[in-house]
């Protein structure tokens, strides 16, 4: 049976992109330096999946920042700001990346998204009236070539142009449609130098086939494509989706001139179903998403094989694959050097799923497989009894009641009561929580984690940034601090390591966004607060202010989304349980005198299901009630707050509102502030800080700007309600920028009170 790989993590085995983009960022290396690590790093992906006999290896799935920004370069819709700046080629991508601000001018960089129910994000596409869509560029023909230097023979991929249009924002009056022609000719010129190459299989993602389409939508891509494959010459094209199944567009795409179909058959709820209907096309290949590229746990190799058998009677012509890219797992075990045996072996990262994609494709179809060394060595793994049940954490979410999901005062009656207590004044400034991970706090850290300094050192280091922290928001005049979360390496990692039931890794990151990577903790068995997490910290900074100091949680949607979850128990009751540890720690936090509580739910949008008729039942019924459950239990005068970032939830307006914090801090810098018009429309009654500048960029905004986004925002908010913050934490920050970006913000905020106090 022939396999098929979809997208291999690009950062490296130990980071290594991200350490050189950093040095080029920080001009420590050239560009010619850049390039030559990532070439090395390709070449090392494309061995690795060679000698694991893959048969479709892809290409161009590598990329510097994003490769959805890759495609945009490469139809020549890049907009014309960052072109002026006259930077080189490799700066120019960068500039749009990142922002920039230098000596060839100041351009903020493009609005950054998650992709899907991802936590990587993309760069979002411009077209304005006059982009020209148009193939300008070499990079997928590029690397085409250098994996045949090498001897591999590859799959090139290519994000396709429906998902790159419903992807796209249109900046000025034309829509999507005014594209379509122009993108389909792009597509054909790819086309055409794919077939001057003698490539044999080219891989299009549509992943947006796998949301809920319009018939527009479903005819756009049907004539996109009709127009692409009537020129594909000796190409075979695979039309590659994920994350979902395409029961929206399945009859079309069957019938559209496609080569092969990649459906995912772990996400996609729908798919056997669509096959079991409509049937699948003797002319086509299938490629199965049977191997999950989203978590951590080895494939039950029983069920895969069972789940291909049962394709066979839809398609005689099947290639194995993986669920999506591999992007989205760690690039390999070898490096977790302190896992205990019997817990790595249920793990299958990057390289290890080669290894199952290899065992899987000669298991399949051989006779007498069960007895084959591979299979019951798999199978051994899964008879075995995993006990990290805790019986006690079981039943406190199993008696949970009505009440456990209420505060028994009003959020209208608290805001008073907490005004009174608070005396904060109108439009009170703060931040989202972290402040710079500079040098020495991340040495703290590692010192601690190598044992070169004992806990004591440890947290008297905390001790002075938190010292430090709080003195630079005093003299800054933030009017709400926060003790800038020096003691974590990220926000729900660090509840990780301090939860039991959680399993932490060395070196298993996965990419963000950029060079920016995260290690998402996992989820081994029932999860409970053993000990106060963050209380010693929060007490410290609040006994050097007599301004309120936000205690600083992650909320229990959040931290089940950013870990990897078990698959043997619901998301529900993970949810639950961790919201049952958070509440301890609200309440230990309220307990010390903590006055403002913070509960981020960074990520309460982002694994919202794509289909809407599942946000429901499937998702908001109890991600809403896990968060509600954290903070029931407070007093009424302390002021309950949450945080997201990407918001985008304008369709879950009221949702939000039922979380029933008190006062909500969102990014809608990049967004530019469309979320507000939705706030209104659906009588918000959270209080508000939408974010008044982007800290995903090194640049300073300036005081003007973030007036004017200001006035903006007042146009549409009471100023009652409104709060004055940045749209994220600082931690990805200099100290530098930082300092200058809050006093413009402090300044900006003062002009504003003054506006609004005559
Ligand atoms: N989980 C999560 N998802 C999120 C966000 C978030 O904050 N967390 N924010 C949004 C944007 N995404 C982001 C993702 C990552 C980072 C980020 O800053 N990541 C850091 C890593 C942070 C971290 O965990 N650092 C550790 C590990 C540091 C490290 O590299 N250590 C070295 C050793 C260094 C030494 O010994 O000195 C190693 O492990 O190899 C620490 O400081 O403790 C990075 O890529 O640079 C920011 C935003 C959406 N998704
Ligand atoms: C990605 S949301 C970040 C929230 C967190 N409190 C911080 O400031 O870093
Ligand atoms: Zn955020």
Request: glycine residues 6%.
């Amino acid at each position: 049976m022939n396999s098929s790989l979809i997208g291999f993590p690009r950062v490296g085995k130990l980071r290594e992109l991200k350490f050189a983009s950093e040095k080029y960022f920080r001009k420590e290396i050239s560009t010619e330096e850049l390039e030559q690590v990532a070439k090395g790093l390709r070449e090392m992906h494309w061995n690795l999946q060679q000698d694991a006999g893959i048969s479709h290896i892809p290409s161009n799935d590598f990329s510097y920042y994003d490769n959805v920004l890759d495609l945009t370069v490469l139809l020549n819709a890049l907009p014309e700001s960052y072109k002026q700046l006259g930077l080189s080629e490799r700066d120019t991508y960068f500039a749009a990346a990142r922002g920039y601000q230098g000596e060839a001018g100041d351009v903020k960089a493009l609005a950054m998204k998650k992709w899907f129910n991802t936590n990587y994000h993309y760069l979002v596409p411009e077209l304005f009236d006059d982009s020209e869509i148009k193939l300008a560029g070499d990079k997928p023909f590029d690397e085409y070539e250098e994996a045949k230097q090498i001897g591999v023979l590859t799959k090139p991929v290519i994000i396709g142009g429906f998902t790159f249009l419903k992807l796209a924002k249109c900046k000025g009056s034309k829509t999507i449609n005014d594209f379509a022609e122009d993108v389909a000719n792009a597509y054909i010129a790819i086309l055409d130098r794919f077939n001057e190459q003698g490539v044999e299989w080219v891989q299009f993602d549509e992943p947006s086939l796998v949301t809920d389409l319009t018939q527009a939508d479903v005819a756009l891509f049907t004539a996109l494509y009709e127009k692409v494959l009537a020129h594909k010459g000796n190409v075979k094209v695979l039309l590659q989706t994920y994350f979902g199944d395409i029961r929206d567009s399945y009859e079309e795409v069957v019938g559209l001139d496609f080569d092969g179909i990649g459906l995912d058959f772990l996400e996609g709820k729908q798919t056997l179903a669509l096959l079991e209907r409509h049937g699948f096309p003797a002319d086509k290949t299938l490629f199965a998403g049977v191997v999950n590229g989203k978590n951590i746990w080895k494939s039950d190799y029983k069920k895969v094989i069972a789940l291909v058998n049962g394709l066979e009677k839809f398609s005689q012509d099947i290639v194995i694959s993986t669920s999506c890219s591999l992007l989205h797992v760690p690039y390999t075990l070898e490096n977790e050097t302190s896992l205990a045996p019997d817990v790595s072996r249920y793990f299958a990262f990057a390289k290890e799923k080669l290894q199952e994609i290899k065992e899987l494709t000669e298991l399949i179809g051989a006779s007498g497989y069960e007895n084959k060394e591979s299979y019951l060595a798999n199978q051994q793994v899964f008879s075995a009894e995993r006990v990290y049940e805790d019986k006690h954490v079981q039943a406190s979410v199993a008696s949970l009641t009505e009440r456990d999901f209420v505060r028994n005062v009003p959020r209208t009656k608290r805001r008073a009561i907490q005004k009174e207590k608070l005396q904060l004044g109108l439009l009170p400034t703060t931040t989202i929580g972290s402040f710079p991970q500079t040098k020495e706090v991340k040495q703290n850290r590692s010192k601690y984690r190598k044992g070169d300094i004992t806990k004591a050192e440890y947290d008297e280091n905390i001790k002075g940034f938190i010292k430090d922290c709080i003195e630079l928001q005093e003299e800054l005049g933030l009017d709400v601090l926060v003790h800038g979360e020096s003691e974590r390496n990220d926000m729900v990692e660090f509840f990780g390591e301090n939860l039991a039931g959680y399993i932490f890794t060395e070196k298993a990151w996965v990419q963000s966004y950029g060079t920016r990577c995260v290690k998402p903790p996992i989820i081994f068995g029932d999860i409970r607060r053993e000990n106060p997490i963050t209380v010693f910290y929060s007490e410290y900074a609040q006994s050097l202010s007599d301004k309120p100091v936000k205690g600083m949680l992650t909320g229990p949607v959040t931290i089940l989304n950013w870990s990897f979850p078990r698959e043997d128990i619901s998301l529900k009751e993970m949810a639950f349980q961790i919201g049952l540890a958070i509440r301890e720690e609200v309440l230990d936090l309220e307990e010390a005198g903590i006055k403002i509580i913070q509960i981020d739910e960074a990520a309460l949008k982002e694994k919202l299901p794509i289909r809407r008729e599942e946000w429901n039942s499937e998702y908001l019924d109890w991600a809403i009630p896990s968060f509600r459950l954290c903070h029931s239990g407070v007093r009424p005068e302390t002021q309950v707050h949450t945080h997201m970032c990407y918001s985008e939830f304008e369709e879950i307006v009221t949702d939000i509102d039922n979380m029933d914090a008190d006062v909500i801090s969102f990014e809608a810098s990049r967004s530019k502030l469309t979320i507000i018009d939705a706030l209104k429309a659906n009588r918000f009654e959270t209080e508000v800080g939408p974010g008044v500048y982007d800290i995903h960029s090194p640049r300073v905004p300036s005081v003007e700007e973030m007036v004017a986004v200001l006035k903006n925002a007042l146009t549409k908010i009471d100023e009652e309600n409104l709060w004055i913050n940045p749209d994220c934490g600082l931690k990805t920050r200099g100290i530098k920028e930082t300092r200058e970006s809050l006093a413009n913000l402090v300044a900006a905020a003062q002009i504003i009170k003054d506006a609004v106090s005559v």
